[in-house]
């Protein structure tokens, strides 16, 4: 009998299987690892990274990255400015697609790389990833480009970029495609009254989309932003006319040159407010452009919301950081100690920087050397010392300028107690049982509550019409979905007078329902549901509705959309049945791609279209629409970079101004759908 070998363990610790003692050894197969060899190992030279995944190096390829390449080139010019060596700054923006940003600064260097002889210097910057004079102060005491990527990878994303530099007299230029050098550096000339950098550029198509375009719009703001941030600069905007076309607020040509910096954007932008402190509280700590310089403005509002837009390096932070923690820091400091040199301390103890900010409108530039930005969009400022500059910038002229009006400042620490009243009289109210709360409501077709007594995991459907409010409480999970039906389409409050609000109970209901409160008075712990679900028919009413209701939640609780409370639901249009195999279409586009995909091509497929959801089935609006595991919904978001712009637009498609949309609807009118005109 043959004995049995004992398994030994091989070099990875694990037991071998037993060999036979006399067995012939069998072919070897071939390995895995023979089909995986050095030669699959790729390296990516150049700026071939940045083509590959440009979402490493500006967050994606949306309209909002596509604006980015704009952002890093004028941040270039920008930076040559706080440095004291440009005051011009121009801006094109050509029908052809590109656009030029110039300065009047020191030019990018042409001579030679010491580190790579046969290039210069221009073409180093441009066509190599992490080069660039800002890696230390010794250039630049302060910059907003630090990564040494910026102008390069607008190189890499663009499909044509032409570089000119006037340096000591002489005129250079350098072109390159999709990031590589088209030629050599050439020597144009002697120019005797000109000197800086020019940079023309047109995003490519095939990272970006055929019909992706700069947006006139959002770069007239992002220019404009620019100016006020530095009162030393002037930058001077062109746009060909053809591009402005149905676009009322930006003009072909205008220059930009605030002296008064932030105070001067502050003060345009709340004139129609009525302020609770009658003065913009502004200043400067430090030379701008300097390390460790400080520039903010604050005002309260009393009957609006407010906001808060900081920037580091002349870089817009739209998620904050710790330059923002330093200002909320000062602030309260500064009115708990006003609290108690007027006797109010003991009430003045339950303030938080929260309340403190309700309805304040701030403004905040800080200059820090070496930042550290969280990711290549500099979204977010995470620099430690930053909170400290600020704080310390800011603490002792608010001390002043409260002690300097008495009066007024009494007052502003008045509003700010009452909102903390406010907060702690809402945090005690919450305790209230949801049950309890419902019964006061007197909602059209009345409030049909989930049961789960917490906000998380808890979702309010806002339905039109009772009909279809039928059949979405027959849908639901009772356990986690509230429905709550309206009446016809919604008071439009982009152009409603704040009585005829006031007074609208189908309003006033809703956002009871809901529970957080409206304006000033939003309070996000007091949120009833985890998801605000805006659920109308898939056609042009419904469209309708739902751009009313998206109107009143961006203008009554922005805050709600800002922390991803509300969406869209998904439903569908068409119902595609052939013998026992039943599909559901979103719109015509998704019904004629469900036919070629889903049917045979010679199939007699029944094709029903839905009139309205109470229409559908509960089974059906369960399974295409509320159903968590198999719907489909839209998040409604607001682009923190571009504020203005979306204020700009509800106002002119929603707004009271007739003339406006009619203007839009020409010209977006050969876009129309002839289908959707059918309807």
Not at 127 to 150: A, R
Not at 162 to 175: I, K, N, P, W
Not at 406 to 435: G, I
Request: aromatic share 6%; charged share 25%.
């Amino acid at each position: 009998m043959a004995k049995a070998l004992k398994p030994q363990p091989d070099m990875f610790g694990a037991a071998s299987p037993p060999k036979p003692a006399a067995a012939k050894s069998p072919a070897r197969p071939v390995s895995a690892e023979a089909g995986y060899t050095a030669a699959d190992i790729e390296v990516l030279e150049g700026l071939e990274p940045v083509r590959r995944r440009p979402g490493m190096y500006i967050g994606g390829t949306d309209e909002k990255a596509l604006h980015h390449l704009f952002a890093e080139v004028i941040d270039n010019s920008m930076d040559e400015a706080l440095a004291g060596h440009a005051t011009f700054i121009e801006v094109t923006l050509s029908a052809d697609g590109f656009l030029t940003v110039s300065d009047n600064g020191r030019g990018i260097p042409v001579d030679p790389h010491p580190k790579f002889k046969n290039k210069s210097a221009l073409e180093v910057i441009m066509c190599t990833l992490h080069s660039g004079g800002k890696f230390d102060s010794k250039v630049y005491e302060t910059s907003g480009g630090l990564h040494g990527v910026g102008v390069s990878v607008v190189n890499a994303l663009s499909s044509r970029c032409e570089v000119e530099v006037a340096r000591s007299q002489q005129l250079y230029r350098m072109s390159f495609e999709r990031g590589h050098p088209i030629g050599k550096l050439e020597e144009l000339g002697k120019v005797n009254n000109r000197r800086g950098t020019r940079i023309r550029f047109k995003p490519d198509s095939e990272i970006f989309g055929a019909k992706a375009t700069f947006k006139p719009q959002r770069l007239f703001k992002m220019a404009r932003s620019k100016a006020y941030l530095f009162g030393g600069v002037k930058i001077v905007w062109h746009c060909d006319p053809e591009l402005l076309k149905g676009i009322d607020d930006v003009p072909a040509e205008d220059t930009f040159h605030f002296a008064g910096g932030l105070k001067d954007y502050l003060a345009a932008a709340v004139h129609a407010d009525t302020l609770v402190h009658p003065d913009i509280f502004s200043g400067k700590s430090g030379r701008n452009g300097a390390h460790g310089a400080c520039e903010w403005a604050v005002a309260w509002t009393a009957d609006a919301d407010g906001f808060l837009s900081s920037y580091c390096n002349t870089v817009p932070t739209p998620d904050g950081g710790t330059h923002e923690s330093g200002m909320r820091s000062a602030m309260l400091r500064g009115l708990k100690d006003h609290a108690e040199r007027v006797g109010q301390g003991k009430r003045a103890s339950s303030i938080t920087s929260e309340d403190v900010m309700v309805g304040a409108a701030v403004m905040l530039s800080v200059f820090v050397r070496e930042p550290e930005f969280q990711g290549q969009t500099k979204d977010r400022l995470a620099t430690a010392e930053a909170q400290r500059i600020v704080e310390q910038a800011i603490k002792d002229p608010f001390d002043h300028w409260l002690s300097g009006n008495p009066v007024q400042a009494n007052k502003l620490l008045d509003f700010v107690m009452e909102r903390a009243d406010e907060r702690l009289r809402r945090r005690a109210e919450k305790e209230t049982s949801r049950k309890t709360a419902v019964k006061k409501l007197r909602l059209p077709g009345k409030l049909a509550d989930c049961t789960n007594t917490a906000t998380e995991g808890s979702e309010l459907f806002i339905v039109e019409g009772d009909s279809a409010g039928g059949s979405a409480k027959q849908a639901r999970d009772r356990k986690t979905q509230a429905i709550l039906p309206l009446r016809g389409k919604i008071l439009n409050v982009a152009s409603a007078t704040k009585d005829k609000m006031t007074s609208n109970a189908q309003l006033s209901d809703l956002m009871q329902a809901i529970g957080c409160g409206i304006g000033a008075s939003y309070r996000q712990e007091d949120l009833r549901y985890s998801r605000i679900i805006i659920m109308t028919d898939a056609d042009v009413d419904g469209a309708h509705i739902a751009s009313l209701l998206i109107t009143f939640f961006y203008r009554m609780t922005p805050r709600l959309i800002d922390e991803g409370h509300l969406y869209l639901a998904v439903p569908p249009l068409y119902r595609l049945t052939h013998g026992a195999k039943t599909v559901y279409a979103r719109d015509d586009a998704h019904k004629a791609q469900l036919l070629k995909s889903e049917f045979n091509a010679n199939a007699k497929v029944d094709v029903g279209r839905f009139k309205g959801l109470g229409e559908m089935m509960p089974a059906q609006l369960k399974e295409t629409t509320m159903d968590p595991a198999r719907r489909t919904m839209l998040r409604v978001v607001l682009m923190a970079e571009d504020r203005e712009g979306t204020a700009d637009s509800v106002e002119r498609l929603m707004g009271t101004k007739a003339e406006a949309r009619f203007a839009f609807i020409s010209d977006k009118a050969e876009f129309a759908d002839d289908e959707l005109l059918d309807v």
